[in-house]
């Protein structure tokens, strides 16, 4: 039985569960990512992020419970409404949206370490472990969080399984999409929301700080390799599992240093080994390529 | 000096210094690139330290200046591949940087003074505790006057490039013309951004430093259309955020510099709501308006268009394809106008009208 | 009541459309009865609202009033009648997709929610692209086509959705002389079989070889009829002002000056 093996590939249990839970956020975030970089949303993925501590916070002290299914609603909540308020500006006001994004993601940050310092110093001994969502910590994850990840993840991963056609078209050409019926508000409102669970999934493990890379990094990563659509959620998905999984790992047993960085640095790797190497568009080959061209003209023009 | 004042000067002139030069990062639309810089430059601050064998000021402001101008070159090499769309390379070279930052941090560097936290939001509460010593003197609290420098800095920079720079935002290639190069006040000001946020990151950390330049300077925005104006505004709100933080803070016993962010925002929402030329109140009320008087002049050439001038309000209501309340209100603004009159069911143009039709129809008819 | 008697039967009637983009007019007051089996093209300098036009009639923008009728039912009923060539430059060439992938979209809208696109899908696709002449580019990437064939991809789209009515957005803007033949045979032959098909164009040198019935406007209907009638230089004028035109020896309009 595939638990069996699982014990035995992965005898501990703080081990087991932080690649389970590290590959799921890879997973999820690569996916769904893919899709903000193709509908050039990558930064909206950042102020999301930024925009859900506070929410954390504030389950936190609404609920009392450090519980992960509660710290997630929060953050989706707040991180939903950083997103609404950053398209009203937008829409509303003259600034650009490139202001927008900074000013939600920063008054939105800075609410996040109002209410984490409010809980601090409110002497609570059982709020140790919130200030591990700015940076992450892999450690902290247990079964609980590993499950609650799964069963969010998988709505996220479901609705793109079964809204692949529509979402491509979504992202591809919006106003075709509208022109032959589609509900592209709707829509937009569903993947934007699939985003989302994927930035409040990886909270835990990667932090608020530098969760955008794991939406953008692997997806730019993947569409080096790839002119398919499929393909590149597959290996976007699967960049995102791996940089997770040899992140956390280094930080679970190397050291107590903390997990989002090594697992950023992991794909910062991967991003540079595609973007130089690939096949194809592969900018090295390029530059080969237009020496070559070069020297083949100096060298006509030296044989005429 | 007391504590106290120390804290809150080092926290208005972080607000002032910031201000400054966040209202050309927001005309410019340059706000996530400040973003990405204030990030960015912490591994050059921690391998500077690292170099400089301690916290060490000018080591500091070297090694982060030139960490941030690299990560604007590094954005643009990246767009200029074709690869990755620009928010895609602002989004893959800060966390790179921040990451290896922090990372070198608590690997290597644990004793270079910077711990997580204190790169997130900052240790403004202790201001007055870490001094300037030159020379073996105590000159006095080393934020404070780090800031308060800045700030001046940024001041004669602003006074003394105010229409280069306000030229190169508006209009880059007459700028280029004139001889004022847009790559070099590109540059130029990507230098005061990164110097800036070494200057303020100490007091409020990474990100809130972004706060502090965009927050007021979007505010300002909401508030003016000039550019010498704006500048003015932006350091009001600021430094009035900086105060009002500072207190609210100290009441409720969390976070200066979030407070601070915190209370820029309020700000911000006020004027982003209520601002009377660009508040979201004022022009959907002023839009309202237009669409009254837009919807009598639809009315107006409706009828025009029938031989007979008249029509039915059911008609009416079927062919401009409108809601009720909205034909009614049309139809009782015409009518109070003198421009139609209602005879029964009918609504008729009168002679008033007829010439309100011509009217409409030469202002929109093409130049 | 002729004038209703056609709007009922009309591939497309407008009456009364305006369009307005925060309370200023983009279009003013349409009101306009597109003929069966004609190739119509839409004429007007920039910012004439043609584009605009066109998304008005497949709903894509907010009308401040007026109603739209497509074989005298509205768009909403009649969606899979319409066929749409957006203009090249509206989406992202970099997307990861090939020339057979961008076709199939077309039928995305009869698929259905879920249903992904078969066997039978793909055969009509291949024949879609074999119509505008790009069989050989059917698994090219799309951003490694030349805007011509982009532009034919796109055209490809349209065939595939099988509609009784095209609307084309500058389908002939940047495209190389290959690419405007091709386009040119494919809706003639669409014509022939009784479509309609309405585009935005900009070259006045090529309106009396290409179409038959013409729409000139500025923001406001300024003429629209059979081309023999419509195509003359007060029209034209009117529609472009200060740019002074004139009608040439042979009857063909050019642009003298534009001031």
């Not at chain 2, 990755?84 to 560097?109: C, N, Q, R």
């Not at chain 3, 669409?190 to 098909?197: D, F, M």
């Not at chain 3, 038959?212 to 923001?219: P, R």
Request: with cysteine; glycine share 10%; charged share 15%.
């Amino acid at each position: 039985m595939l638990p069996g093996i699982l014990r035995d590939v992965i005898f501990d249990y703080t081990l087991r569960n932080v690649a389970l839970g590290s590959a799921l956020l890879g997973i999820v975030g690569g996916v769904l990512g893919t899709f903000a970089v193709l509908r050039r949303q990558g930064l909206l993925g950042d102020a999301l992020a930024h925009a859900a501590l506070p929410g954390i916070c504030l389950a936190y002290m609404l609920a009392n419970s450090k519980a992960p299914l509660v710290l997630m609603i929060g953050a989706a909540i707040s991180g939903w409404i950083g997103t609404l308020l950053i398209l009203r500006i937008v829409e509303d006001t003259r600034l650009s949206e490139d202001t927008a994004l900074g000013v939600i993601l920063t008054v939105f940050f800075g609410l996040g370490i109002v209410l984490l310092t409010y809980i601090q110093h409110s002497n609570d001994a059982n709020q140790a472990g919130l200030d591990k969502y700015l940076f992450g910590q892999a450690a902290t994850l247990v079964q609980e969080h590993v499950i609650t990840m799964a069963a969010v993840g998988s709505i996220a991963l479901a609705l793109v399984a079964v809204f692949f056609k529509e979402f491509k078209l979504l992202s591809f050409d919006p106003e075709f999409a509208a022109s032959i019926g589609f509900p592209v508000r709707g829509l937009n409102v569903l993947l934007t929301s699939s985003i989302v669970i994927a930035v409040v999934i990886g909270l835990q493990t990667v932090g608020v700080v530098l969760m955008a890379a794991m939406l953008i990094g692997p997806a730019a990563a993947a569409r080096q390799w790839t002119n398919r659509l499929g393909v590149m959620l597959a290996l976007s998905g699967f960049f995102g599992a791996a940089s997770g999984v040899v992140g956390a790992m280094i930080s679970v047993t190397g050291s107590r240093l903390p997990t989002g960085p090594l697992v950023v640095l992991c794909v910062t790797a991967i991003v540079i080994v595609s973007i130089l190497f690939a096949p194809e568009r592969g900018v090295v080959w390029d530059s080969l390529r237009r020496r070559s061209n070069r020297r083949a003209i100096l060298e006509q023009g030296q044989q005429p | 000096m007391s504590a106290e004042l120390t804290v809150l000067l080092t926290a208005i002139f972080a607000a002032s210094a910031c201000a400054l030069v966040g209202t050309f990062l927001v005309v410019r639309r340059m706000a996530m690139m400040a973003d990405a810089i204030s990030h960015a430059i912490l591994p050059g601050l921690v391998f500077a330290y690292f170099l400089a064998n301690g916290p060490n000021l000018v080591a500091g402001v070297f090694g982060a200046s030139l960490a941030g101008l690299a990560t604007v070159a590094l954005v643009e090499a990246l767009q200029r591949t074709g690869r990755v769309k620009s928010d895609a390379a602002i989004g893959i070279v800060f966390p790179a940087m921040f990451a290896l930052g922090t990372f070198a941090v608590s690997k290597w560097f644990s004793n270079v003074h910077l711990d997580a936290d204190a790169i997130l939001f900052g240790e403004i509460a202790f201001a007055p505790f870490d001094r300037l010593i030159i020379a073996g003197r105590d000159i006095g609290s080393q934020p404070l006057i780090v800031l308060a420098v800045l700030s001046l800095l940024n001041l004669v920079l602003v006074l003394l490039f105010y229409k280069e720079v306000k030229l190169a935002t508006f209009d880059a290639g007459l700028a280029a013309s004139l001889g004022f190069s847009p790559v070099l006040i590109h540059y130029g000001l990507m230098s005061a951004v990164s110097v800036t946020t070494v200057g303020a990151f100490a007091a409020v950390g990474a990100i809130l430093v972004v706060a502090l330049m965009i927050v007021p300077a979007a505010t300002a925005y909401l508030l003016t259309d000039r550019l010498d104006l704006m500048i003015v505004y932006s350091v009001v709100c600021g430094v009035v955020s900086a105060i009002a933080g500072y207190y609210l803070a100290i009441e409720l016993d969390v976070s200066i510099s979030g407070m601070m962010a915190v209370t820029m925002g309020g700000l911000f929402a006020v004027a982003a709501l209520f601002s009377p030329s660009y508040g979201i109140v004022a022009r959907a009320r002023r839009r309202a308006v237009q669409r009254e008087r837009f919807s009598v002049d639809l009315l107006l050439l409706h009828l025009g268009h029938h031989p007979t001038g008249d029509e039915s309000v059911a008609h009416l209501a079927a062919e401009l394809d409108w809601p009720r309340a909205r034909l009614q209100r049309a139809i009782r603004q015409a009518g109070a106008a003198g421009s139609v009159a209602i005879v029964g069911e009918r609504v008729r143009l009168t002679p008033d009208g007829q010439d309100a039709v011509h009217a409409i129809a030469q202002r929109l008819s093409p130049s | 009541m002729t004038v209703a008697g056609t709007a009922a039967t009309a591939p497309v009637a407008i009456r009364d459309l305006t369009v307005a983009y925060r309370e200023q007019p983009v279009l003013w007051d349409v009101d306009l009865t597109l003929p069966e089996g004609k190739l119509i093209a839409i004429v007007g300098p920039n910012g004439a609202g043609k584009s605009t036009l066109i998304k008005a009639i497949m709903h894509l923008v907010p009308r401040t009033s007026g109603t739209i009728s497509i074989f005298g039912k509205p768009y909403e009923q009649q969606r899979r009648l319409v066929g749409y060539v957006p203009q090249r430059g509206s989406v992202d060439w970099d997307f990861p997709t090939n020339a057979l992938d961008v076709v199939q979209m077309g039928m995305y809208g009869k698929l259905g929610w879920v249903r992904r696109p078969g066997k039978r899908e793909r055969e009509t696709a291949l024949a879609c692209l074999e119509q505008v002449g790009m069989t050989a580019f059917a698994n090219r990437q799309i951003s490694q086509l030349s805007g011509g064939q982009q532009q034919r991809v796109f055209l490809a789209r349209a065939l595939a959705q099988d509609a009784q009515i095209y609307l084309l957005d500058e389908p002939f803007a940047g495209v190389d002389a290959t690419t405007e033949r091709a386009i040119i045979e494919v809706l003639r032959d669409l014509r022939s079989r009784g479509k309609t098909l309405i585009a935005v164009h900009h070259d006045l040198e090529s309106l009396r070889e290409y179409f038959d019935w013409l729409v000139v406007m500025n923001v406001r209907i300024i003429a629209a009829g059979p081309l023999e009638t419509t195509l003359n230089a007060e029209n034209l004028h009117a529609a472009y002002g200060g740019k002074i035109l004139t009608l040439g020896a042979i009857g063909q309009p050019q642009l003298v000056g534009a001031e």
